[in-house]
């Protein structure tokens, strides 16, 4: 493992004197996308942007924004950062559901599936553990996946406009900090929704000042949705790796074409609803 040591000052600022807006803190559906803006004088690929706690969400870096996307009801602390600032802001999700006729969507809000061409894509660091010069405990600290394995328990997602899968990721290997999260991509490659990748890049584990104290393995939800009936491919990359298979869809039927047992493998390959 490679270890990069970076010196610099950081400062950490939450809410109201903020350079992070969000469209909006309060009121918001399960399922709504907010978007946060993060108003940092460096270049867009140096942002970082992460969701405590991070079950249930779903973020999409779009450069100096984000679009995120919260699963269940509750109080979520949203933090971007660009190694030199850091910023934090609270949101309050309530326990309606979000449905894109709701009157507040507008055309690129209305769909929990991102086409590629409105993704950022980060390029993932994945062998390399960034330790900053930390005198306050604010830092971030990005934590290295080598030697991880993740396992993939699929469940079936259904609604309105579509079905599919909801993925639930788990990695084997503990982590410090229970709030640490795992700093991941998800890209659909086409509007029909029939080419999907993800890439799982590093661990994310909060300055001392922020971490909760314990270890713990990673885990956090994504959905694969919507998923047309028939062939739908499926990339991951981890640890420098690229995994491919098959979701067929048949009716309320799935099977996972998988022919990997280690590294990222899948609890379960048929599903039924």
């Known amino acids: 493992m490679v270890m990069a040591f970076i010196s610099c000052e950081q400062n950490s600022i939450m809410n109201a004197s903020a350079p992070l807006e969000a469209s909006k803190t309060t009121a918001i559906k399960k399922g709504e996308p907010i978007l946060f803006t993060f108003k940092s004088s460096l270049s867009a690929d140096k942002i970082e942007w992460n969701v405590s706690p991070s079950q249930n969400v779903r973020i999409t870096p779009e450069g100096k924004k984000a679009r995120i996307l919260f699963g269940a009801a509750g109080h979520y602390t949203i933090t971007a950062t660009d190694h030199i600032t850091t ?103 086409n509007l029909t929704g029939k080419e999907f990748r993800m890439s799982l890049n590093r661990v994310v584990q909060p300055g001392s000042k922020f971490c909760q104290e314990g270890e713990k393995q990673l885990s956090v939800f994504t959905n694969i949705y919507p998923l047309s009936d028939g062939s739908n491919k499926l990339e991951v990359t981890f640890n420098g790796i690229t995994y491919k298979g098959t979701i067929i869809k048949t009716g309320n039927s799935y099977n996972i074409v998988w022919p990997y047992t280690n590294g990222i493998k899948f609890s379960k390959l048929t599903l039924t609803k």
Do not use: W
């Open 87 to 189: 910023a934090r802001t609270a949101v309050t999700v309530d326990s309606t559901t979000y449905f894109p006729t709701d009157s507040i969507a507008t055309a690129d809000t209305t769909t929990i599936v991102i086409p590629r061409d409105t993704v950022k894509v980060i390029v993932p660091v994945d062998t390399i553990t960034y330790t900053p010069v930390d005198t306050v405990g604010t830092h971030d600290i990005m934590v290295a996946l080598t030697g991880d394995e993740f396992t993939f328990i699929p469940s079936i997602v259904d609604s309105i406009s579509g079905s599919g899968l909801r993925i639930n990721l788990v990695s084997t290997k503990n982590y410090q900090c229970l709030n640490s999260r795992l700093y991941f991509n998800y890209e659909v490659y």
